[in-house]
């Protein structure tokens, strides 16, 4: 069957969507300009063999947030599939079709998360906005990918992505996106151009990314895979990049810490338009260097970011937490010790601005000092975007600070106070 005989793909493909759905390269990312449209070539990807009996497809985007935005893949796959014969189950998150197949749809919002789908199979696995996520979350799903017995159907893994983000790096090292990195015969990339899209009120996109710092609108209008950080942040991806460690080396490093801390910065309210509760674990290693472990950040109520800070506490054997005050006082601790009283915890009171804190870490990073045991998409794409005096308040890394200082008090002269 072809796509234009495929009655659930409700667009007829322009010329590089099309390029990606014929392709047979195992491997295919449809990346680069924003409104190229690779969230409906996504979706076209997977519906392509849902005529086969027993087919059996998975999308993800990073959170389930994402996920389920208007116009996003959820919502776009129920404009496609209402109303045919396809039926919805909306706890399970999947759509089946006469023939047994099916269409599932699947989050990722923490690294070890990529487990919940360790017994399941699928023929095509396709991610949305791939820098988003990290690249052992991505790796790891090639372990779900089996071919049905007697069926010529072809093992597919597909991607779209625009430029940026905290996996740009190693999104762009996978497939040579920059035109400089060579790939494997196994994998290809198909640029995306807006200009393309006959789908796209292009003259009106335009404007609206005229708006946009010129960084990220050479990212999204021109696909532009060369630039990575914000002009004026602390931090450089090189000196993320260069320094990560595989998720595999997390237990080993644990084992011989010196000490293991988690940070916290907690909101002020707990609205869902709420800055969000940074969580960070830190260890200092046997090595005397710095390892970021996990980011446990999240939006909610005070019992909620407390019994989340009180479980990685636990899951990662710390030492303490490190809760800054500034904000709750003593509830802040009286929150902690509700959720488990004898938690051992240090309230700290920074008399200090964001940038005169993070500047002495943001200095470890660029000597190598510090590594992070794998990929933390949100909290690197805070370090990345963040300037001193701009923007929203940078809660992960002000979580990430308050850990590391507490960790290397010799090489920071961030001033705190415990109470």
Known sequence: ?????????????????????????????????????????????????????????????????????????????????????????????????????????????????????????????????????????????????????????????????????????????????DGKTPRPATRFFVPAVAAENIYLDREAYATALANLDPITRAQLANGDWSTLASPGALWKYEWIGDSRLPMEKREEILKTAKRIVVGIDPAVTSTEHSDENGIVVCARGADNRGYVIADRSMRGSPLAWASRAIGAYEEFGADRIIAETNQGGEMVLHTLRTVRRDVVVDGIVARRGKALRADPIASMYEQGLISHVGSFPELEGQMLSWVPGEGDSPDRVDALVHALTYLFPQNTESKVWIL
């Open 1 to 177: 069957m072809t796509v234009l005989e495929n009655l659930y793909i409700k667009h007829v493909p322009f010329a590089r969507q099309a390029a990606f759905l014929v392709l047979p390269h195992e491997e295919i990312l449809y990346g680069g300009a924003a409104g190229g449209g690779k969230s409906d070539a996504l979706l076209m990807a997977a519906l392509q063999f849902v005529h086969v009996p027993g087919y059996a497809a998975i999308l993800f985007r990073r959170t389930y947030a994402d996920l389920a935005l208007p116009g996003a893949l959820m919502d776009r796959a129920h404009d496609w599939l209402d109303g045919t014969d396809a039926h919805w189950n909306e706890t399970q998150k999947t759509w089946t079709f006469p023939t047994g197949a099916s269409l599932s749809f699947g989050y990722l919002d923490h690294e070890d998360t990529r487990y919940r789908y360790q017994s399941a199979e699928f023929q095509f696995v396709g991610f949305d906005e791939l820098t988003q996520f990290s690249e052992t979350q991505y790796t790891y799903l090639f372990s779900r990918l089996r071919r049905l017995e007697g069926c010529d159907v072809p093992i597919r893994m597909r991607a779209g992505t625009n430029p940026g983000g905290p996996g740009h790096d190693w999104v762009n090292r996978r497939f040579g996106c």
